[in-house]
């Protein structure tokens, strides 16, 4: 089993930035695939970025697109989400996901989330 604590939420103004943190324990984290998901209220969890055990391939949703970068450091088990140009409808609580696969899902292993909130 793996523990995933997020940090770096907060509240920011519309067109500003935000990095999200997620420090993994508990077992191998360079070996699997990680993702951040979203929640806002009243909707889905929602997948926002996904990334390989070695950061060489990524993929986002089309609506962060250009906005955000998801990015790993295996040495530091760590998992990061550069989140600019935030919109109001990227409020959501975030939160990142494990999987036991190298290079997909499906997440079954998640954290605690962080709540990010864009204003105007």
């Known amino acids: 089993q793996v523990q995933l604590v997020e940090s770096g939420g907060g509240l920011v103004q519309a067109g500003g930035s935000l990095r999200l943190s997620c420090e993994a324990s508990?077992?191998?984290?360079?070996?699997?695939?990680m993702a951040w998901f979203r929640q806002a209220p009243g909707k889905e969890r929602e997948a926002v970025a996904t990334?390989?055990?070695?950061?060489?391939?990524?993929g986002y949703a089309d609506s962060v697109k250009g906005r955000f970068t998801i990015s790993r450091d295996n040495a530091k088990n760590t998992l990061y989400l550069e989140m600019s140009s935030l919109k109001l409808e990227d409020t959501a609580v975030y939160y990142c996901?494990?999987?036991?696969?190298?290079?997909?899902?499906?997440?079954?292993?998640w954290g605690q989330g962080t709540q990010v909130t864009v204003s105007l």
């Open positions: 508990g077992r191998t984290f360079s070996n699997y695939a």
């Open positions: 996901a494990a999987s036991r696969l190298p290079t997909r899902g499906p997440y079954d292993m």
């Open positions: 990334i390989n055990w070695s950061g060489g391939i990524t």
